[in-house]
């Protein structure tokens, strides 16, 4: 594994993304994390140039202005964003958003955790990636 | 006499020699029995005069028609009408008679009208158009046919589709309203899948974190109490999971596939492999058939049927599960309420041995949230047999149990072979 990753964690709920950061650095310290507040905060830290684009995107899907879906759309539409690897990260347990998801190009749709050792499994999988061994909703 | 006064008089005379021979024909006719009114223009105004003379039956008939019959010139004046008529349009019968078909029909109508009446002159025609009078709005079917060579005249029976139009509005008001629901059903199932969920994984996730962080400083009793708040909490979320399946169930429109039901019978008991075996159980299977059936949904059937069977076991006695089909032909099927008399059935039969009910509880085990057992023995969250009967009525099927003599139960699904003739 590779160490000096970068994640852009995309999510309106601050508990969340302290949590998350927190395993991140329970995993390795030595990851970087940025975060945004909406889709809309997240685009426009991806298409300004001066950024070095993130390896993963953790993203919640209910977000104000620009939501999850919305954003993905717009990554996907965007040459230089569309290789990215996306995994939506959310709350939601719809089977049906997941599959639509899935098909619009996220990598994976996780549902978030209630235990935070499984967001540390969550990431050491995806960190390695090998998410292909996560559960599949 | 003057010349002007013989000219006169001969003129005369040959205005009245035509009248008479007018007078000649329209006696032949009646003669004939091939008119049966006339109408006669005085002082630009039409009078209709009808006659005695005709065949009494017939009339009686017509008159007793539980539909509108009128019989009308070439040029749409009505000379006949029956009493059903009148009262269809609530205008005294004397008034009808004499009065313009056109007059009572609509004006958006007039046209389509028109041409239908044109089209009866040689043959008949049928439409369905509006009548108004005084204001009111009358839609009907008319049927026009000519009676020609006999008569000159056009026959139009009228059929009033006020019942049935409005039928029709509340059928469709009630679809909107149908499709109302489904809508704020899936709003309630989106919130059910996120936003209720939100809160309720948080209390779980800091909750985990309060034992996990701080497990060693507290105090046995506060994480006996951390304990039941995640426990609880837990519970909620699969309450929260079980009523989105039921409603993803209620207002789904799912396809219907031919289903082999032994292949997801199968797959289910793959499922409860570990369960099975640490509860020491055997689950006997006949073979099953295959039916036209939503897979998704039968899946979650019979997976609640087998669950059930292996979670009501008694203490000291290993489940014993037997599931068996047999085919009711359509005239046994019919003996069943609210199956379709014109469909073949499977009857699928979940037998076990396990604590079984009281028979008086058979129907209301299938109400939602409704629990026999305590929570602490046996958990769960009273939407599971709610859900299956929803499946079985969303495939024209039915869910019955019955009670074991002194433990056990066997549910009945009742699933259709194929879903129409």
Known sequence: MKNNFTILIVDDDEDDKKLFIESVKEVDENITCITAADGQEALSFL??????????IFMDLRMPRINGKQCLEEIRKDKRLSPIRVFIYTTSIDTREAIE???????????KPDNPTEIYYILSVVLNEKWDQLESI | MSNENSADLLTEIGVLKTHLLEAEEAIDAIKNGSV?????????????YTLQSLDYAYRVLI????????????????????????????????????SHILDFVSPDSREEFREHFDFALQGSS????????????IPV??????????????????TDLSEKKQNEQVLRDKNLELERLNKSLEQFASIASHDLQEPLRKIKTFTSLLIQRFNDDLPDKAKELANKIWS???????LIKDVLNFSRIVGSANMFITTDLNQILNNILGDFDMLVLERGASIRVEYLPSIEAIPV???????????????FYKEGRPPVITISSRTLLPGEAAEHAGLNGRLSYAEISFKDNGIGFEQRFAEQIFSIFERLNNQQQYSGTGIGLALCRKIAEQHQGRIHAEAGESFGATFYVLLPLKQSV
């Open chain 2, 36 to 48: 049966d009114a006339f109408a006669i223009k005085k002082d630009g105004k039409a009078e209709v």
């Open chain 1, 101 to 111: 998801l899935k098909q619009n190009g996220a990598v994976h749709f996780i549902s």
């Open chain 2, 297 to 311: 949904q039968i899946n979650q059937l019979f997976y609640n049927l087998v669950g059930n069977a292996l979670k």
């Open chain 2, 232 to 238: 609880s909490s837990e519970r909620m979320s699969l």
């Open chain 2, 126 to 137: 049928k439409a369905e158009i509006t009548l108004l009078v005084n204001n009111r709005s």
């Open chain 2, 63 to 98: 008159e007793k028609f539980g539909e509108g019959a009128l019989n009308l010139t070439r040029e749409g004046l009505i000379v006949y009408s029956n009493s059903y008529f009148s009262e269809l349009i609530n205008i005294p019968h004397a008034k009808v008679t004499g």
């Open chain 2, 141 to 158: 079917y008319i049927s026009l046919t000519s009676l020609q060579p006999q008569l000159s005249t056009v026959g139009m029976i009228i």
């Open chain 1, 47 to 56: 298409k300004d140039e001066n950024n070095l684009l993130p390896d993963f």
